[in-house]
């Protein structure tokens, strides 16, 4: 039993010329999937990335990212500096500083007009804060002579006599508002005057 | 046009490393012949293509344990051909283990009528065939095993094993008589 017999030898030659399907990529299909499961490969072969972000397209975006960014920040800074200018009036308040500070300099003492708050501690929007603050402040002579100074009120006509060409005109800042007119309309002066009847 | 295919080694090499390529021109290389190889085992081309696929992939995870000093490749990969063949026939049948068959009367098959048809032909005689007696018919008669390697191979006894020829001679001898009349 265990010997081959002829017909045996002849259908081992006939299997040997089969006719193979054309399969062959369908199959390598089905392999690479499979493959692809078991053994994933470090060079990509599987499914291709789609435009996977390189070093240079990451700068763009960040880039444009900025930009964005940037142009934001603008815009909110924009629309926030009108309210900061109407608000504070600085540059009258640092010449009345200096009016103070000539005086004070020559005896190396910090000058009263230091003692008023920083410009980052009056964002109260009050107009007559402002106002006040953009006045010159007044002086005590009495305390000038408090500090060792003989003859207060000359030095303090001199140092302001010193700095007025320094001075700044301060003009307040300009009424928009409508001004309410005074009297009476079609009434004048004249018409008050009091004109004793001669007879 | 001729297109020169890269040496063996250049391929394994690239096998070894994963390398999908590699991987692709090693199995276009011996598709025809494995292929062939995995058509005896199957009932019909989805069966082959089934098993084909398989046994590239066992190829391609053990490809590393291939020594060339022992074997060529070719037959290294008929090998894992031929079991995942086998490992496909046992998934969908059982191996009868309680058939004891020591000697049984051959019966005649002519080889003239055999050496007159195609080999499609043939195989399709083979196909009609129980799984497990096909399985046993190509090992023997196809692939030259013994029935004690058989026997190893299945995980069933050399009686069972002979049984099997038997029935798959028979089936055979029946079936070709009926082409001749």
Known sequence: MDEKAAYELTIAEKLEQLTVPDKVDAIWARIEALLDIDMPTDDGSGEPLVNPPSGSGLWNITGIALFIAALIATIYFTSKKPNINTNTINTP????TTII???ASTNNKPPPAELAPQPSQRSIPDSSASLQSSLPLPVSI???????IDNPSALLSDSIANNLPATPVVTPPADTGKKKGRGVKGITDSDYRIVPDKD | MFVALPEIETLLDGCRANKRLAQEQLYRQFYRFAMTVALR???DEMDAADILSHAFVKVF???HSFDSSKGSLQTWI????????????????????????EAVPEPEISNVVLEQIGADEIMKLIHKLPRATHAVFVLYAVEGYTHRQIAEKLNISEGTSKWHLSEARKSLQQQLSKIIT
């Open chain 2, 78 to 101: 008929k090998k894992i051909v031929v079991n995942e063949g086998l490992d496909h026939i046992k998934s969908r049948e059982r191996f009868s283990h309680n058939v004891e068959l």
């Open chain 1, 93 to 96: 308040r640092d010449s009345v």
């Open chain 2, 61 to 63: 995870k053990s490809i």
């Open chain 2, 41 to 43: 085992y199957s009932r």
């Open chain 1, 142 to 148: 009495d305390s000038l002579s408090f500090k060792g």
């Open chain 1, 101 to 103: 500070n000539r005086p």
